[in-house]
Nanobody, 123 residues
C-alpha cells in the first residue's frame, strides 16, 4: 500500500506562484512513477504532469507546459509541483498519484491517490 499526502495549496493572485508537495510512504519511492492531476468544479479530473522514478522522463499537459515543473526528491520521498504564472483557469483541487513504473499520463492507470489540496487563483 502507498500513502500520499499533498500540501502547499492555497489562495494566490493571478500571475503568482505556488509549490505543491506530496509526501509518499509505503513502498520503495524510487520504483514509483508519480503524477499530478487536478479537478475543477464540475469538471473531470485531468492530467497535469508525471515523472518517472529516476526523474529522466517527464510529461506535461499542454495547458501547463512552460509554467509548471514536476520534480521529485528520492532522498526525501517527496514529489513537487512548481506552478508559475498561475491563472484563474488553474483553480482546482490538485491530487498526487502513484503507480509502479513507467510514468504514464492516463488517470485510470494510477493505483494510489492522495486526498488533494485546493489551489485557488484570483483574478
Amino acid at each position: 500500500q502507498v500513502q500520499l499526502v499533498e500540501s502547499g495549496g492555497g489562495l494566490v493572485q493571478a500571475g503568482g506562484s505556488l509549490r505543491l508537495s506530496c509526501a509518499v510512504s509505503g513502498r520503495t519511492f524510487s520504483g514509483l512513477a508519480l503524477g499530478w492531476f487536478r479537478q475543477a468544479p464540475g469538471k473531470e479530473r485531468e492530467f497535469v504532469a508525471a515523472i518517472s522514478g529516476s526523474s529522466r522522463t517527464t510529461y506535461y499537459a499542454d495547458s501547463v507546459k512552460g509554467r509548471f515543473t514536476i520534480s521529485r526528491d528520492n532522498a526525501k520521498n517527496t514529489l513537487y509541483l512548481q506552478m508559475n504564472s498561475l491563472g484563474p483557469e488553474d483553480t482546482a483541487v490538485y491530487y498526487c498519484a502513484a503507480r509502479q513504473s513507467p510514468a504514464v499520463t492516463a488517470r485510470s492507470l494510477y493505483d494510489y491517490w492522495g486526498q488533494g489540496t485546493q489551489v485557488t487563483v484570483s483574478s
